[in-house]
């Protein structure tokens, strides 16, 4: 028999124990001190900051951590904090800042903040029942209320996710694995002799339009379809996918004895805030009996939102819906989520190991549904915010940065130092371009409104020229907050246009 001295060298004494260094009973006073302190310190921090970034460069922070010896510590908890003082606060992007305007990042609601130090501390993880209680019903009390505000039925379920990237993943994986099930069935049926499921997986086709996120190409990446097997459906002028081209394209592919696995709409392109139209897109689907997955990453906030709910209509037909409420549910990162119509799909992703999950397993195991074992309890911070805020004020807030958006537009629309570069959004991004500027005048204009300080902007390609782009997801900011942004921006394009 083997001892523990045959399996590990021998070993160095034990170190003497310090001051607490874990959070326990024994802590609950050090903890207490910690957090408060923090709390005090960021606090300050917020009052203070009066741009959204500093500009800094990577020559500045890059070698300043690099010198950091992460094998010596430093005197106290304090100390530490003082240093990413330096090296992180000083220089962050803050999103909550009223002149951050670049891409699809949100100022944070509070009871979701204090909501992120209550799962940090308890460490909960969302993998097994006996891993996580009463959590486990949280997160599926909220997926089950975000699946009645989608309008799924009561076979809907689903799992909170790291971001849409994950949910847009696992609901093309669904999606694959479904359409194999069914060519392999067909095969059974019709020929009689044995296929594998990877000699399908070369003819499998995945639909979505120019606009739809890169995590879609990536996906089938992922899966083993290779990226070519993403079909590019034509979009309209307002950037949302034409229905009728779906249909041609799904036509094509069954011509061409290739199979239609999924089509994916996006509600809410990333940089137009295009809607494509759900409800002519699920007849479509309807006809072909094809996956339908709903990209709602960005436009998922319509769900609770008074005034646009219309937008959304025929998302309810969605075999699979992404939601990111840290984006337009002002979640802090990450809190995702993927819903589906039929809990059944799920399977997909279940694998059963007897020392966590064992097949008879009698309670509720959240990691069934899950790609990832140890999970956040990101499904505490939505909990918390809509027990304090409720829904109606999240949609009010994402409400108002749509109107915003079109207040912007018009503006810019209407001054001719600039030109709109996209029609208004049906969300709230804004993409312009300053008057007669090329690309690289873009470039630095951009760059030099960011070191200054004054505000930052997004910019993309419209047409395959630089646009610069606006998302707006911060309710308290004003057009007053905007228009000194597209000054500057102005001013910033005419000195690089004279240094030229
Ligand atoms: C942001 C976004 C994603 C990716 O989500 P992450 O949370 O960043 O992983 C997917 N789809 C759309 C439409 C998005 O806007």
Redesign the pocket.
């Known amino acids: 028999m083997l001892t523990s001295a045959d399996l590990r060298p021998a070993p160095a004494p034990l170190a003497s124990a310090g001051p607490p260094a874990l959070l326990g009973r024994d802590s609950a006073a050090a903890y207490r001190g910690m957090i408060t302190d923090v709390a005090g310190r960021l606090a300050d921090r917020f009052a203070a900051v009066d741009r959204p970034w500093t500009g800094a460069a990577p020559a500045d922070l890059g070698p300043a951590i690099a010198a950091v010896d992460l094998d010596r510590p430093l005197a106290s908890f304090e100390d530490a904090f003082d240093e990413i003082g330096e090296l992180y606060l000083k220089d962050a992007v803050w999103f909550h800042h009223p002149r951050y305007l670049a891409h699809?990042n949100c100022p944070v609601a509070l009871p979701a903040v204090a909501a992120e130090t209550v799962l940090a501390a308890v460490n909960t993880s969302v993998d097994t029942w006996d891993q996580s209680a009463g959590g486990t019903f949280i997160e599926q009390r909220l997926i089950d209320w975000t699946a009645r505000r989608i309008g799924l039925g009561p076979d809907a379920d689903g799992i909170f996710t790291?971001?849409?990237?994950?949910?847009?993943l696992q609901a093309l994986l669904l999606a694959r694995d479904e359409a194999v099930e069914q060519v392999l069935l067909k095969h059974r049926l019709e020929v009689g002799t044995p296929l594998r499921g990877v000699e399908v997986l070369p003819r499998l086709r995945l639909f979505a339009s120019p606009h739809?996120?890169f995590?879609?190409v990536k996906a089938a990446r992922l899966l083993g379809l290779g990226e070519e097997a993403v079909v590019t459906v034509p979009a309209d002028d307002w950037f949302r996918m034409n229905p009728a081209a779906l249909d041609a394209a799904i036509e094509t592919c069954r011509e061409q004895r290739l199979v239609p696995a999924a089509v994916v709409a996006?509600?809410?392109?990333?940089d137009f805030g295009s809607v494509d139209p759900l409800g002519p897109i699920a007849e479509v689907i309807a006809a072909h009996r094809v996956w339908f997955h709903v990209?709602?990453?960005?436009?998922c906030g319509i769900l609770v939102s008074q005034r646009h709910r219309g937008l959304l209509g025929g998302i309810e037909h969605a075999d699979s819906v992404?939601v990111?409420y840290?984006?337009s549910f002002f979640q802090p990162?990450?809190s995702?989520a993927l819903i589906v119509r039929d809990r059944a799909s799920l399977r997909h992703v279940t694998h059963h190991a007897d020392y966590l999950n064992p097949a008879e397993a009698v309670f509720p195991n959240q990691v069934d549904k899950s790609l990832q074992t140890t999970r956040r309890f990101d499904a505490l911070k939505l909990w918390m915010t809509l027990r304090t805020l409720g829904p109606d004020a999240l949609g009010a807030m994402f409400d108002r940065v749509c109107a915003l958006a079109d207040q912007t537009w018009d503006w810019l629309a209407s001054d001719p130092r600039f030109e709109v570069a996209a029609p208004p959004s049906q969300l709230s991004t804004v993409l312009f371009r300053l008057a007669g500027a090329d690309d690289d005048t873009h470039r630095r204009a951009r760059e030099a409104l960011a070191a200054s300080g004054e505000g930052m902007v997004a910019a993309t390609k419209v047409e395959g020229r630089t646009a610069l782009k606006l998302t707006l997801l911060n309710p308290e900011t004003t057009l007053a907050h905007i228009v000194p942004v597209l000054e500057a921006l102005a001013r910033h394009g005419k000195k690089a246009q004279e240094a030229a």
């Open positions: 699809l790291s971001g849409g990237t994950q949910s847009n739809s996120h995590s879609v996006t509600a809410g392109t990333t990209d709602a990453a960005y436009g992404t990111d840290h984006k990162v990450s995702s």
